[in-house]
């Protein structure tokens, strides 16, 4: 939040749906670095599937279900940045897209 000067109106803006204004898309692809989605500035399945195992580990049908999305995002998500933070809102898209039961609304 300190790099890009984001509020708490900017983390409000993260309990809708994306796409995120771009200090929300920002502040975004910064939780995904620390948790290992996001690696070198690319989209990591190793780092997604790392990330949702302990949430999904003892149900297989929802563990092989994220190996799913994690192979879809992999294929589909554009690594080559437009706009600053961009990564941040095609990764979250993705995986709202074919995992909307992570996101956490209120």
């Known amino acids: 939040m300190t790099y890009v000067n ?3 109106a900017d983390l409000e803006a993260l309990r809708g749906d994306p796409p995120y204004p771009e200090k929300g898309s920002c502040i975004i692809k910064c ?18 599937m790392t990330a949702v195992t302990p949430l999904v580990f003892t149900n297989k049908k929802k563990l092989e279900h994220m ?40």
């Open 31 to 48: 939780l995904l670095e620390k948790i290992g989605i996001v690696r070198n500035n690319k989209y990591s399945k190793l780092g997604f």
């Open 67 to 106: 190996k799913i999305v994690s192979e879809n995002c992999d294929k589909e998500i554009n690594h080559h940045e437009v706009v600053p933070c961009q990564l941040g809102n095609e990764v979250v898209t993705c995986i709202f897209k074919y995992a909307p039961e992570l996101h956490l609304k209120e």
């Open 6 to 8: 984001g509020t708490e």
